[in-house]
């Protein structure tokens, strides 16, 4: 007898009002990107713990992983300084002068995520932790159904991240890493290589690419 095939599990949408949102955030995540990661927020929140993301900026991965939270009854953690990392400081790439605070002088996202927030009608779903990645990572103390690090992307601050993050990350949760690119004249390293030594441990299994983000489950300890 012919055993029957199962069918694929149906690929996970964001809501309409949600993607839209999505799309007019400030922020440098491509669509193909977003759905992807919401599709692992949506696997991931079937722990049902906590999900968490480092490097929050204006919020607009925020965001998705918010309505796949909403759906699952669990809850979002970002984590960010919102002071901007190195490449969007005056003078580089990615600078926005729209997001300086006129009373410091400094990169101030706070404001600009909190509306984006608000206006998606998803606050309730996200708590919004303000410092230093290593330091509240130092201080958490329970697991987490995924870890999404898109932080800082020197060296320092990817491995903080990684190293700082990953070992909450509960068995058959789910670690993303975006802008991995394995060739170096595509961009930045840094999270390239994190990338790799979590594949290097055995901790971890890729089940995931898009572009550039990469999604791997946990299938063992360690980092």
């Known amino acids: 007898m012919t055993q029957a095939r199962r069918a694929p599990e149906p690929v996970a949408q ?48 925020t965001l998705l992983l918010a309505d796949a939270a909403r759906a699952a009854d669990v809850t979002v953690i970002t984590v960010d300084h919102h002071r901007g990392s190195e490449e969007q400081q005056p003078g580089w790439e990615y600078h926005d002068p729209d997001v300086v605070d006129p009373h ?40 987490l159904g995924m870890v999404f690090v898109d932080g800082g992307h020197t060296d320092e601050h990817a491995t903080a991240d990684y190293e700082g993050w990953a070992p909450h990350l509960a068995q058959d949760g789910l670690l993303v890493i975006h802008d991995v690119f394995p060739d170096p004249a595509d961009g930045g390293r840094a999270p ?32």
């Open 192 to 223: 390239y290589r994190i990338y790799c030594r979590a594949l290097g441990s055995g901790a971890f299994e890729e089940i995931s690419v898009t572009g550039s983000l990469r999604v791997l489950q946990r299938t063992g300890p360690g980092i």
């Open 104 to 143: 410091s002088g400094l990169m101030d996202t706070l404001p600009a995520f909190r509306r984006t927030l608000h206006d998606a009608g998803l606050e309730e779903h996200v708590v919004a932790v303000v410092g230093r990645s290593p330091r509240v990572a130092a201080v958490w103390g329970g697991e």
């Open 14 to 61: 964001p809501g309409p009002a949600t993607f839209a949102a999505f799309e007019a955030a400030k922020g440098f995540m491509p669509a193909d990107e977003g759905l992807a990661l919401y599709g692992a927020a949506v696997r991931a929140a079937r722990l049902g713990l906590p999900l968490l993301e480092v490097g929050t900026y204006c919020g607009r991965s």
